[in-house]
Protein backbone atom coordinates (compact mmCIF):
# COMPACT_ATOMS: atom_id res chain seq x y z
CA UNK A 1 0.00 0.00 0.00
CA UNK A 2 1.21 3.51 -1.08
CA UNK A 3 1.95 6.17 1.32
CA UNK A 4 -0.65 8.36 -1.00
CA UNK A 5 -3.14 5.40 -0.43
CA UNK A 6 -2.78 5.22 3.48
CA UNK A 7 -3.32 9.01 3.91
CA UNK A 8 -6.56 8.48 1.48
CA UNK A 9 -7.51 5.59 3.80
CA UNK A 10 -7.24 7.42 6.89
CA UNK A 11 -9.23 10.63 5.54
CA UNK A 12 -12.34 8.33 4.52
CA UNK A 13 -11.76 6.04 7.58
CA UNK A 14 -12.19 9.13 10.18
CA UNK A 15 -14.80 11.74 7.78
CA UNK A 16 -16.60 9.53 5.00
CA UNK A 17 -17.05 6.09 6.94
CA UNK A 18 -18.86 6.80 9.60
CA UNK A 19 -21.68 8.92 7.72
CA UNK A 20 -21.80 5.75 5.57
CA UNK A 21 -22.07 3.57 8.25
CA UNK A 22 -24.82 5.56 9.63
CA UNK A 23 -27.38 4.66 7.15
CA UNK A 24 -26.54 1.04 6.59
CA UNK A 25 -23.54 1.26 3.69
CA UNK A 26 -19.88 1.10 3.31
CA UNK A 27 -17.51 2.01 0.95
CA UNK A 28 -14.02 0.46 -0.55
CA UNK A 29 -11.28 1.96 -2.98
CA UNK A 30 -11.34 0.02 -5.81
CA UNK A 31 -8.05 1.30 -7.50
CA UNK A 32 -6.05 4.87 -7.66
CA UNK A 33 -5.02 5.73 -10.79
CA UNK A 34 -3.91 8.54 -12.94
CA UNK A 35 -4.47 11.09 -9.70
CA UNK A 36 -8.58 9.95 -10.08
CA UNK A 37 -9.72 7.49 -6.95
CA UNK A 38 -12.01 4.77 -7.82
CA UNK A 39 -14.57 3.57 -5.08
CA UNK A 40 -16.79 0.85 -4.66
CA UNK A 41 -20.01 1.56 -2.79
CA UNK A 42 -21.23 -1.35 -0.48
CA UNK A 43 -24.49 -2.25 1.29
CA UNK A 44 -27.41 -0.14 1.22
CA UNK A 45 -25.77 2.50 -0.89
CA UNK A 46 -24.55 0.15 -3.59
CA UNK A 47 -26.90 0.69 -6.57
CA UNK A 48 -28.14 3.68 -5.74
CA UNK A 49 -27.72 6.57 -8.19
CA UNK A 50 -27.99 9.23 -5.72
CA UNK A 51 -25.77 7.89 -2.96
CA UNK A 52 -23.24 7.89 -5.59
CA UNK A 53 -24.05 11.45 -6.53
CA UNK A 54 -23.95 12.40 -2.74
CA UNK A 55 -20.79 10.41 -1.83
CA UNK A 56 -18.87 11.35 -4.43
CA UNK A 57 -19.61 15.19 -3.24
CA UNK A 58 -18.48 14.33 0.24
CA UNK A 59 -15.80 12.01 -0.72
CA UNK A 60 -14.11 14.84 -2.80
CA UNK A 61 -14.94 17.71 -0.32
CA UNK A 62 -12.99 15.78 2.88
CA UNK A 63 -10.10 14.89 0.64
CA UNK A 64 -10.00 17.93 -0.76
CA UNK A 65 -9.67 19.80 2.27
CA UNK A 66 -7.61 17.11 4.57
CA UNK A 67 -5.16 16.46 1.35
CA UNK A 68 -4.54 19.63 -0.71
CA UNK A 69 -1.41 18.53 -1.95
CA UNK A 70 -2.89 15.82 -4.32
CA UNK A 71 -5.82 17.88 -5.88
CA UNK A 72 -4.72 21.44 -5.92
CA UNK A 73 -2.01 21.34 -8.88
CA UNK A 74 -2.60 25.01 -9.32
CA UNK A 75 -4.12 26.58 -6.47
CA UNK A 76 -5.91 30.11 -6.43
CA UNK A 77 -3.49 32.41 -5.29
CA UNK A 78 -3.24 36.01 -6.50
CA UNK A 79 -0.06 37.20 -5.00
CA UNK A 80 1.71 34.55 -6.28
CA UNK A 81 0.38 35.24 -10.14
CA UNK A 82 1.73 39.43 -9.56
CA UNK A 83 4.81 37.68 -8.45
CA UNK A 84 5.26 35.79 -11.69
CA UNK A 85 3.88 38.46 -13.80
CA UNK A 86 6.34 40.95 -12.84
CA UNK A 87 9.32 38.54 -13.35
CA UNK A 88 7.77 37.85 -16.79
CA UNK A 89 8.01 41.71 -17.29
CA UNK A 90 4.72 42.77 -16.87
CA UNK A 91 4.42 44.24 -13.75
CA UNK A 92 1.03 46.16 -14.57
CA UNK A 93 -0.40 43.22 -16.36
CA UNK A 94 -1.30 43.31 -20.34
CA UNK A 95 -4.40 42.85 -22.61
CA UNK A 96 -5.74 39.38 -23.68
CA UNK A 97 -8.34 38.17 -25.79
CA UNK A 98 -10.06 34.52 -24.50
CA UNK A 99 -12.36 33.28 -27.46
CA UNK A 100 -15.23 31.29 -26.37
CA UNK A 101 -17.48 29.00 -27.98
CA UNK A 102 -21.21 31.17 -26.94
CA UNK A 103 -23.53 28.06 -28.15
CA UNK A 104 -21.92 26.68 -24.55
CA UNK A 105 -23.60 29.05 -22.06
CA UNK A 106 -21.02 27.11 -19.02
CA UNK A 107 -18.29 27.55 -21.05
CA UNK A 108 -19.55 31.49 -21.03
CA UNK A 109 -20.11 31.46 -17.62
CA UNK A 110 -16.49 29.52 -16.51
CA UNK A 111 -14.60 32.20 -19.38
CA UNK A 112 -16.47 35.12 -17.03
CA UNK A 113 -15.29 34.26 -13.67
CA UNK A 114 -11.70 32.79 -15.55
CA UNK A 115 -11.45 36.68 -16.45
CA UNK A 116 -12.64 38.60 -13.18
CA UNK A 117 -9.29 36.19 -11.51
CA UNK A 118 -7.20 37.47 -14.40
CA UNK A 119 -8.51 41.35 -13.99
CA UNK A 120 -7.92 40.80 -10.40
CA UNK A 121 -4.31 40.58 -10.85
CA UNK A 122 -3.86 43.27 -13.77
CA UNK A 123 -4.48 41.48 -16.79
CA UNK A 124 -7.05 43.31 -18.87
CA UNK A 125 -9.68 40.72 -20.49
CA UNK A 126 -12.03 40.68 -23.44
CA UNK A 127 -14.12 37.57 -23.58
CA UNK A 128 -14.43 36.89 -27.75
CA UNK A 129 -17.95 35.03 -27.91
CA UNK A 130 -18.03 32.93 -31.21
CA UNK A 131 -20.73 31.04 -32.90
CA UNK A 132 -19.35 26.94 -33.09
CA UNK A 133 -18.95 27.16 -36.72
CA UNK A 134 -16.55 30.12 -36.37
CA UNK A 135 -14.63 29.00 -33.25
CA UNK A 136 -14.20 25.53 -35.05
CA UNK A 137 -12.54 27.11 -37.80
CA UNK A 138 -10.61 29.50 -36.70
CA UNK A 139 -9.34 28.34 -33.11
CA UNK A 140 -9.38 24.31 -33.67
CA UNK A 141 -8.38 24.22 -37.26
CA UNK A 142 -6.92 27.82 -38.07
CA UNK A 143 -4.75 27.91 -34.51
CA UNK A 144 -5.81 31.80 -34.29
CA UNK A 145 -6.13 32.63 -30.94
CA UNK A 146 -4.66 33.91 -27.82
CA UNK A 147 -6.33 32.21 -25.27
CA UNK A 148 -9.41 29.77 -25.41
CA UNK A 149 -11.96 27.78 -22.91
CA UNK A 150 -13.68 24.72 -24.08
CA UNK A 151 -14.49 20.82 -23.24
CA UNK A 152 -11.90 18.45 -24.12
CA UNK A 153 -12.65 14.39 -24.01
CA UNK A 154 -11.89 11.59 -25.71
CA UNK A 155 -13.76 8.97 -28.02
CA UNK A 156 -12.61 5.93 -26.41
CA UNK A 157 -11.35 5.51 -22.61
CA UNK A 158 -8.02 4.88 -23.39
CA UNK A 159 -5.13 6.99 -22.69
CA UNK A 160 -4.12 6.98 -26.39
CA UNK A 161 -7.26 8.76 -27.42
CA UNK A 162 -6.63 11.76 -24.91
CA UNK A 163 -2.88 12.68 -24.74
CA UNK A 164 -1.73 11.63 -28.08
CA UNK A 165 -3.38 15.06 -29.41
CA UNK A 166 -1.20 17.00 -27.32
CA UNK A 167 1.77 15.22 -29.77
CA UNK A 168 3.72 17.99 -31.39
CA UNK A 169 2.52 16.67 -35.18
CA UNK A 170 -1.39 15.71 -34.13
CA UNK A 171 -4.02 17.89 -36.14
CA UNK A 172 -6.09 17.88 -32.61
CA UNK A 173 -3.45 19.75 -30.91
CA UNK A 174 -4.81 22.60 -31.29
CA UNK A 175 -2.93 24.79 -28.37
CA UNK A 176 0.25 23.75 -30.44
CA UNK A 177 2.07 22.16 -27.48
CA UNK A 178 5.40 21.30 -28.70
CA UNK A 179 7.78 19.34 -26.33
CA UNK A 180 10.43 16.87 -27.42
CA UNK A 181 10.00 14.92 -24.58
CA UNK A 182 6.58 14.64 -24.20
CA UNK A 183 7.05 13.49 -28.07
CA UNK A 184 9.42 10.86 -26.89
CA UNK A 185 7.36 9.19 -24.35
CA UNK A 186 4.54 8.92 -26.22
CA UNK A 187 6.40 6.43 -29.26
CA UNK A 188 7.76 4.87 -25.65
CA UNK A 189 4.43 4.16 -24.03
CA UNK A 190 2.79 2.82 -28.03
CA UNK A 191 5.88 0.58 -28.45
CA UNK A 192 5.71 -0.72 -24.53
CA UNK A 193 5.37 -4.65 -24.63
CA UNK A 194 3.10 -5.01 -21.49
CA UNK A 195 0.12 -3.17 -19.94
CA UNK A 196 1.82 -2.26 -17.10
CA UNK A 197 4.59 -0.56 -18.26
CA UNK A 198 2.31 1.55 -20.82
CA UNK A 199 0.35 2.65 -17.79
CA UNK A 200 3.72 3.93 -16.11
CA UNK A 201 4.55 5.82 -19.12
CA UNK A 202 0.98 7.47 -19.62
CA UNK A 203 1.37 8.64 -16.50
CA UNK A 204 4.44 10.17 -16.90
CA UNK A 205 3.31 12.20 -19.36
CA UNK A 206 0.29 13.55 -17.49
CA UNK A 207 2.69 14.71 -15.14
CA UNK A 208 4.62 16.32 -17.61
CA UNK A 209 1.40 18.08 -18.94
CA UNK A 210 0.38 19.33 -15.73
CA UNK A 211 3.99 20.58 -14.80
CA UNK A 212 4.33 22.54 -18.12
CA UNK A 213 0.41 23.76 -18.27
CA UNK A 214 0.32 22.11 -21.56
CA UNK A 215 -3.57 23.58 -20.65
CA UNK A 216 -5.28 24.76 -16.99
CA UNK A 217 -8.06 21.82 -16.10
CA UNK A 218 -10.84 23.73 -14.47
CA UNK A 219 -13.70 21.18 -14.15
CA UNK A 220 -15.69 18.51 -14.96
CA UNK A 221 -19.50 19.81 -15.51
CA UNK A 222 -22.25 18.31 -13.60
CA UNK A 223 -23.75 15.43 -15.17
CA UNK A 224 -27.07 14.59 -14.01
CA UNK A 225 -29.43 11.86 -14.50
CA UNK A 226 -32.73 11.10 -13.38
CA UNK A 227 -33.68 7.08 -12.83
CA UNK A 228 -36.77 5.51 -12.07
CA UNK A 229 -36.96 4.06 -8.52
CA UNK A 230 -37.12 0.22 -10.42
CA UNK A 231 -34.05 0.73 -12.04
CA UNK A 232 -30.08 0.19 -10.93
CA UNK A 233 -26.79 -0.63 -12.75
CA UNK A 234 -26.27 2.55 -14.82
CA UNK A 235 -22.87 3.10 -14.81
CA UNK A 236 -20.85 7.05 -15.45
CA UNK A 237 -17.82 6.89 -17.69
CA UNK A 238 -15.58 10.27 -18.69
CA UNK A 239 -16.63 10.28 -22.65
CA UNK A 240 -19.69 11.78 -23.96
CA UNK A 241 -22.04 8.89 -24.62
CA UNK A 242 -23.55 6.42 -21.97
CA UNK A 243 -23.70 2.74 -22.30
CA UNK A 244 -26.98 1.34 -21.01
CA UNK A 245 -25.71 -2.45 -21.10
CA UNK A 246 -25.58 -2.52 -18.00
CA UNK A 247 -29.29 -0.82 -16.65
CA UNK A 248 -31.70 -3.48 -15.40
CA UNK A 249 -34.88 -3.64 -13.40
CA UNK A 250 -34.94 -4.12 -9.39
CA UNK A 251 -38.11 -4.95 -7.78
Not at 86 to 110: E, K, L, R, W
Not at 182 to 209: G, R
Request: with cysteine; net charge negative.
Amino acid sequence: MSEEWKQIEAVLDEKVRPSLRAHGGELEIDHLEDGVLYIKLLGQCAGCPSADLTNETLIEHELTAALPELVQKYPYDPAKAKELLAQAGYPNGFDMTISVPSNYQPHMDTAEVVAEQLRAVGVNVTIQPMEWGVWHEQVYKGRDFQATLVGLDASAMTARALLERFTSDNAKNFVNYNNPDYDALFTQAINASDDAQQAEVYKQMETMLSDTAANLYIQDLADLVAMRQNLAGLEFYPIYVLDLSTVHFVK
